[in-house]
């Protein structure tokens, strides 16, 4: 029973890998305003769904780190 269980894990994990999965890429960026302790930027992203629904998107939020900072 034990070795039926783990083919059936192995075979879920194996169809979850290989599911498209939305892509998003980097599409343009503005740079809106500089100060000490931040910089203000606008960016386009473009999302790329292999679905039929909608992508609900709400608030994203970026980090940007540069050199491990």
């Known amino acids: ?30 740079f809106k305003g500089m100060t000490r302790e931040a910089i203000t930027v606008h960016s386009h992203v473009n999302v790329t769904n292999p679905y039929s629904h909608r992508i609900p998107i709400c608030d994203i939020a970026f980090n940007l780190k540069c050199g491990g900072k």
Do not use: C, N, Q, R
Request: no cysteine; hydrophobic share 45%; aromatic share 4%.
């Open 1 to 30: 029973m034990a070795s039926l269980m783990d083919k059936a894990k192995g075979f879920v994990a194996d169809k979850i890998a290989h599911m498209p999965k939305p892509e998003a890429s980097l599409d343009k960026v503005t």
